[in-house]
């Protein structure tokens, strides 16, 4: 794929989904200009960049659903509940006919007959009212009145001869300040015409350029004045126009109808237009003697009948003061952005990741020679670094409020099949996650979401009859914590049936059924292979798999799940996840012979295990902390280390979620830049371990897995 389909497919993907959320918006809260203008936007914008690459499919199709929603903003149609839902219709097509076309695949059978469906649909919905008697009126007065000013253009001269069989044709072209934004280019609008005569002049306008203070790179402030030579009528020359006609401002008139240029000027309002043209050899001076003709308002009943004579008015040009003050109003500021291919900065990661663990070694070195000056260099290249290292991974950090939109269709879909009426609500958008664990979570998410609207939340009948409202409620939230992000599902629905989850869990052989199995034990049963709720099969679930693979997946990502649930109130599941899988700030710490890594943002404190503390232990594994049992879990024991030379104990105090356990180690090292690689498959699920790291000296530390091991220490209480 070329670098322009691939910002094609993008944009296309992006303007797809601005349409999908205009769509829910106004399916939930209603219609406003907001929403009209957003999904007009989004389809006409696809119009225009699908005829730039040829794909005719997506032209002709979003061209007929372009023209409804035109009708829908005019306020000539009403943008029912049924639009709507033919709109999403249309969104999907449009999307499988953009792929289609940027693989250079044949459209199937399928595909041509359910668009061919939808035009028809279309179509039906387009207003097709009579022209009322007024309407007749002001079209036959102005047709009158073109026919007038083509007998005033027959009657002038051209200041320039036409080639026989030719015409010579001023094209007057201002570009709107948002045009930048539709994704369009002013060098694709020219390229057409080369293949239809040939350009004589082509003059730019610069008078509303700011100056270099007040210019935003993201607006337009050109205009062209072009003569055109060509055979083509003016009908074909504004159709190459045709796809950016609400993003520009166009007047085309044959080059000898003088009528037409002085009312050019008149409509532009710049001064210096006039001098410009002339000075170009556009124009002689003599061409703009000529003065605009306005019609007098009459009575359109008797205009009808008899035309109103006209009076001659001259031009009225723009004070040169009122120009002034336009030119010094500054321009509005908008953030830019800057769209770069994700695989570029996964490169800058992983050499990130490389100088991260090379610096590493510096600093070791630096340390322990007598050259302060070499110590100073390595720390402040090692400060340098770390924020080279944060700029970077605040590249990756993406807020997941645009994946969340997503879900909305699923959800709305899913309710509908099943005749669910539900109330889905993001908050949190603003959190930002690397970018890696989004895409990563992104499919859990969607069964988890269809799994509380299928088996969460009841049946507006059901609803009622429990005394509750008839429409369910899901939420889906994110939000920091501890150094993590925490990504809750929550429903309203009727909660999850224990007895029923055991029930087919000891049918199941999951467990047996002499059993001992705590609440919270039989709810996470659902996240068992082969397991599930549903009494029948569907297309949404039923077949007992999804839910295991979601909670592999989550612990791929070094997440954990956690689920709660209340009988007739509803259910609540609990992801956390760490904010990136590539580089941590982490505290070194050595049991035994070993050196681990524990992530700094899960240590609350640390402190020295001596004398005094021990006796107050009497033994047991536990301390007083201020005034709070604290339980306590000996790494070496856990690990099986050897026993250590070192005297000293200390007291590593980790916080996970809302639990707190003090982690026994031998030796404090301080805070440690740790990049993150893979143990590989062989260790992949060894306990209390969720990957490795590279010291400066070339040794091998372990990254201490914290919530297995408040986990395994919790259990054992």
Not at 127 to 137: D, L, S
């Amino acid at each position: 794929m070329t670098e322009e389909l691939e910002l094609f497919a993008e944009d296309t993907e992006e303007q797809l989904q601005f349409m999908e959320n205009a769509l829910l918006d106004a399916t939930e809260s209603g219609v406003d200009d907001e929403k009209i203008g957003a999904i007009f936007r989004a389809m006409h914008t696809i119009k225009g960049t699908a005829g730039m690459f040829g794909f005719d499919d997506v032209v002709s199709f979003t061209h007929v659903a372009e023209n409804l929603l035109d009708e829908v903003r005019k306020g000539n149609a009403e943008l029912t509940p049924d639009m709507l839902a033919l709109m999403l219709k249309s969104k999907d097509h449009v999307d499988a006919l953009a792929q289609l076309s940027i693989n250079e695949e044949d459209i199937t059978s399928e595909i041509t007959e359910a668009g061919e469906a939808l035009l028809v649909q279309l179509r039906e919905m387009m207003p097709g009212a009579e022209p009322t008697m007024e309407e007749k009126i002001e079209a036959n007065q102005a047709k009158m009145q073109e026919a007038e000013t083509s007998k005033a253009q027959l009657e002038e001269t051209s200041s320039m001869p036409e080639v026989e069989g030719e015409a010579v044709w001023h094209i007057s072209l201002r570009l709107k300040e948002d045009f930048f934004t539709t994704g369009m280019s002013v060098l694709s609008i020219f390229n057409f015409f080369q293949d239809m005569g040939e350009v004589l002049m082509n003059v730019p306008v610069l008078s509303h350029v700011p100056t270099l203070k007040e210019l935003n790179a993201q607006k337009s402030y050109m205009g062209f004045e072009i003569l055109f030579q060509t055979e083509s009528s003016k009908e074909d020359i504004e159709e190459i126009f045709e796809f950016v006609e609400d993003d520009i401002e166009l007047s085309v008139f044959q080059q000898a109808d003088t009528a037409s240029l002085a009312k050019l000027i008149e409509i532009r309002g710049e001064a210096s237009l006039q001098s410009l043209l002339v000075e170009e050899g556009v124009y002689e001076e003599e061409a703009f003697s000529v003065q605009v003709v306005e019609t007098v308002p009459s009575d359109p009943v008797v205009a009808a009948v008899q035309p109103e004579p006209v009076k001659v008015v001259p031009a009225k040009p723009v004070a040169k003061k009122e120009v002034k003050e336009a030119e010094k109003k500054p321009a509005a500021k908008k953030s830019s952005s800057l769209r770069v291919d994700s695989s570029k900065i996964d490169v800058l990661i992983n050499q990130m990741s490389e100088m991260v663990i090379a610096n590493a070694r510096i600093v070791e070195i630096s340390e322990t020679s007598d050259n302060m000056e070499l110590e100073e260099s390595a720390n402040l290249l090692n400060e340098l670094l770390e924020q080279v290292r944060d700029g970077i991974m605040d590249i990756r950090m993406m807020q997941v409020g645009d994946s969340f939109a997503k879900f909305r269709r699923i959800v709305n879909d899913t309710a509908k099949k099943i005749g669910k009426d539900i109330d889905f609500v993001i908050s949190g958008g603003e959190t930002e996650l690397d970018k890696t664990v989004i895409e990563k979570i992104s499919d859990p998410l969607v069964h988890m979401l269809r799994n509380s609207v299928d088996h969460g939340v009841e049946t507006p009948e059901q609803r009622l009859a429990a005394g509750k409202t008839g429409k369910g409620r899901v939420d889906l939230r994110a939000y920091p914590d501890a150094g993590t992000i925490i990504i809750e599902i929550e429903d309203n629905g009727n909660g999850i049936n224990k007895e029923k989850v055991l029930e087919k869990a000891i049918s199941a052989g999951i467990v047996p059924a002499n059993h001992n199995l705590s609440d919270k034990e039989i709810y996470e049963l659902i996240f068992a292979a082969g397991l599930s709720t549903a009494d029948t099969v569907s297309d949404i679930s039923g077949r007992g798999v999804g839910m295991d693979v979601v909670k592999r997946n989550i612990e791929d990502l070094r997440g954990t799940l956690d689920i709660d649930s209340t009988p007739g109130k509803g259910s609540k599941i609990t992801i956390r996840l760490p904010l990136t899988l590539a580089i941590i700030d982490g505290f070194l710490i050595q049991v035994g012979e070993t050196k681990y890594v524990v992530p700094l943002d899960m240590i609350q404190e640390c402190i020295e295990l001596d004398d005094e503390v021990k006796d107050n232990m009497n033994g047991n594994q536990f301390i007083n902390l201020r005034g709070e049992i604290l339980p306590l879990l000996d790494v070496r024991e856990y690990f099986n280390e050897e026993p250590s030379s070192v005297k000293r104990e200390n007291v590593v105090i980790v916080k996970y979620a809302d639990q707190s356990v003090g982690l026994k180690v031998d030796e404090l090292y301080g805070e440690h830049q740790t990049v993150i690689k893979p143990l590989g498959e062989t260790f992949h699920q060894v306990p209390g371990i969720s990957g490795g790291s590279i010291l400066g000296s070339g040794e091998v530390s372990l990254i201490v897995d914290v919530p297995s091991l408040i986990d395994y220490k919790l259990k054992q209480l």
